[in-house]
């Protein structure tokens, strides 16, 4: 099967620099995911990583890494609207048509 | 203006009743998702569907039906036989074949009771 992991929670400073990892289990993927929800809202699409390395898109950066089966999500500069869940998501070769959804981690962002 | 509708945005129903949830897009994506979601976790597929007149189901389609007449619509009907139908349902659309970048709709909050 496949699986994702996620810490459930993670607190930083607004300013400061945030890594929000994810670790997977699978037997062959196309790509790995982000998306970001706000409390009460829709998750809105981030960044995608099909292939090994670090995807950049303003302050917010994405890396995969397919050896050691692990991504990660960075966040810079951050501000108090970037208070939000993260879920990384993945694209199964056994299941191309769908994702598989981490459950997602809060961030916590503290004046 | 392109997007992504969903209505109502909540939902009350009483035990035994089907209800119908609607989603509409305007993106002209072929493929569309419903999900479900509870609080503090993350999202399960109940059905998708890449092309009209054909859907698959998902992780946990029990209890609930689809249609797929048009491009533009993926009806959601959650059953009476579905046993814990409260929840956030979220409606997604994307590129066929494109499975990693999916846009949402609003979402329906449905409580039965």
């Known amino acids: 099967g496949q699986s994702l992991e996620q810490p459930s929670e993670v607190t930083a400073v607004e300013g400061a620099i945030v890594q929000i990892n994810c670790t997977y289990q699978?037997?062959?993927?196309?790509?790995l995911s982000w998306y970001q929800q706000h409390d009460g809202g829709a998750p809105t699409f981030l960044s995608y990583?099909?292939l090994d390395g670090l995807e950049e898109t303003g302050r917010f950066s994405s890396f995969l890494s397919r050896s050691d089966s692990y991504g990660y999500l960075l966040l810079q500069e951050l501000q108090m609207k970037d208070s939000a869940s993260y879920f990384c998501?993945?694209?199964?070769?056994?299941?191309?048509?769908?994702?598989?959804w981490g459950a997602g981690t809060k961030l916590i962002i503290k004046p | 203006d392109g997007g992504i509708t969903q209505s109502p945005k909540y939902l009350f129903r009483k035990e035994g009743q089907n209800v119908t949830l609607s989603c509409e897009q305007n993106?002209?994506?072929?493929?569309m998702y419903w999900y479900r979601q509870d609080p503090g976790q993350g999202l399960r597929l109940i059905y998708y569907?890449?092309?009209?007149?054909?859907?698959q189901k998902g992780d946990i389609a029990e209890g609930y039906s689809v249609s797929r007449e048009k491009k533009e619509s993926f009806p959601l009907t959650v059953t009476s036989a579905q046993k814990n139908p409260t929840a956030f349902y979220l409606c997604?659309?994307?590129?066929?074949?494109?499975?990693?970048?999916?846009?949402f709709g609003p979402g329906t909050r449905l409580t039965v009771t």
């Open positions: 997604a659309t994307g590129l066929s074949g494109r499975a990693s970048e999916q846009y």
């Open positions: 699978t037997s062959g993927f196309y790509g």
């Open positions: 998501a993945l694209n199964g070769m056994d299941s191309n048509y769908q994702l598989i």
């Open positions: 993106l002209n994506h072929d493929a």
């Open positions: 990583n099909g």
């Open positions: 569907s890449q092309i009209v007149n054909d859907f």
